[in-house]
């Protein structure tokens, strides 16, 4: 199954949203099981949680858009852009 990078970047000053909303998130990837291969957020400079990557398994870009307008951070608005992406390992292992 191919996989997709989710690039997230959070909206300005919404460290309170994605706190309020991180344990619903955090489920949301548990559930996707071993479709999710990594994942985690970007951090600023003071080591503030500022936007996401995942990398997840989709059967194609519908589904990887399905995917991820389903996660709570996107439905609660936190993000300020999402950029979905079709990758391929080249280096490294997942």
Known sequence: ?????????????SLDLRMATREGHLAFIR???DRV??????????GRMIGSLIVVEA????????????DPYVTSGL??????RQFKVTVGQL
């Open 1 to 13: 199954m191919p996989l997709f990078t989710f690039t997230c970047l959070d909206k300005p000053a």
């Open 31 to 33: 559930d996707l099981g």
């Open 37 to 46: 291969k990594l994942g985690g957020p970007f951090l600023d400079d003071a």
């Open 59 to 70: 059967e194609d870009m519908a589904s990887a858009e399905a995917l991820s307008a389903a």
């Open 79 to 84: 993000f300020e852009s999402v950029e979905i």
